[in-house]
């Protein structure tokens, strides 16, 4: 009870901050992204890169709403919370749904038990991963703000598209409670609320969903999240998918002897001669087959290669740690695998470790 009365005046502070009444700095800015148009609903066919490539830009002139005021929600009659984790805390990211290879689902921001975070950063044509070990306070400040923003309550039904299909976000945290969404073109509409009319090029057809301020919030809070000190991740292992040609265009000859195609054919191969399991390669392999592919794609190619009677469309995704790529049978990656460690100690977050500061919205093209 006395650590209760203790963090009061902490409670009061975070409160004072969320209604403007304190002053509170704010160190994580929005990043501008531009608007993108969904190749499904256009019923076409991209290629999939063997690196990141980022996704065709449409530009636009729009003004961001201002994230809606959220009205707090935090238990302050109860200083702290404690669970067991999960191994993966949060997982964001977008399911592209075309059931083309094993790799639809793109975390970009994963946050594990231990503190570690990735999450996916794009420039020009290119993306990286970042990564930072986070401390249990900054863990603390990012879960009591999703809980702040309500969206352990946030119920999905309330979001409705006028559309189904094309690209799914996903948000997932596990912490004292748990909540999952993936609901389509998430993204589109928060970026920009026209988008579809400017695909369809018919004013006024389509009426953007309503996104509440809990997901809003929520959205933004991991869109933005960038704390100091993240370097460059390099992945350690390349997955693989062979499978027949889908995309337009000719096949390129395989130019690498190691690994030659007939061997990463055979390494696909499964008992059962219907099913195929993804080749993972690490080390130089993994670096050169990556860069080819990628050359490839980059000279505005179809990432299809021949090597003798061989023709093979290859996909191909770096993976995260605890990621298991799809073997003989299943038709997605195991994100998290079984083989992660399961936590033994109880995870504490206390009310005074504090919040994040909402992102103050800015103007861009």
Request: with cysteine.
């Amino acid at each position: 009870m006395g650590k209760s009365q203790n963090t009061l005046p902490v409670f009061i502070t975070v409160i004072l901050c969320l209604l403007g009444f304190y002053g509170c700095t704010n160190p994580y800015q929005p990043i501008p992204i531009p608007s993108t148009s969904l190749s499904t609903l256009e019923s076409s066919i991209t290629q999939t890169p063997a690196l990141f490539t980022s996704p065709t830009i449409l530009i636009v002139e729009r003004q961001l709403a201002p994230t809606p005021t959220v009205t707090p929600s935090i238990d302050l009659t109860r200083g702290f919370r404690e669970w067991l984790p999960a191994p993966i805390l949060i997982q964001s990211g977008v399911i592209h749904d075309q059931k083309r290879d094993p790799f639809d689902r793109d975390p970009s921001f994963v946050l594990y038990a231990d503190g570690t975070l990735i999450k996916k950063s794009c420039a020009a044509s290119r993306c990286d991963y970042l990564t930072v070990k986070l401390n249990v306070k900054q863990i603390c400040a990012l879960m009591n703000t999703i809980e702040l923003y309500g969206f352990f309550e946030y119920d999905p039904s309330s979001y409705q598209p006028p559309v189904a299909g094309g690209e799914i976000t996903f948000i997932e945290v596990a912490a004292w409670r748990n909540q999952s969404i993936a609901l389509y073109q998430l993204k589109d509409w928060i970026e920009d609320p026209y988008w579809l009319e400017r695909l369809s090029k018919c004013d006024g057809c389509h009426k953007s969903p309503e996104i509440k301020p809990a997901l809003l919030s929520t959205y933004r809070l991991i869109d933005t999240y960038s704390p100091p000190g993240a370097e460059i991740y390099h992945p350690e292992q390349l997955a693989l998918w062979l499978s027949d040609p889908e995309l337009a265009g000719e096949p390129v000859d395989w130019a690498l002897g190691s690994p030659s195609l007939s061997l990463l054919d055979e390494m696909s191969r499964c008992v059962d001669a219907s099913q195929r399991q993804a080749v993972v390669l690490s080390g130089s392999k993994a670096e050169s087959v990556a860069s080819y592919i990628n050359q490839v794609i980059n000279q505005g190619l179809s990432p299809i290669f021949a090597e003798d009677s061989l023709v093979y469309q290859i996909s191909s995704r770096w993976l995260l740690p605890y990621e298991q790529a799809a073997g003989c049978g299943s038709s997605t990656n195991q994100f998290p695998s079984l083989n992660i460690p399961q936590a033994t100690e109880l995870m504490i977050c206390r009310v005074s470790d504090g919040i994040i500061p909402t992102p103050t919205t800015t103007l861009f093209p």
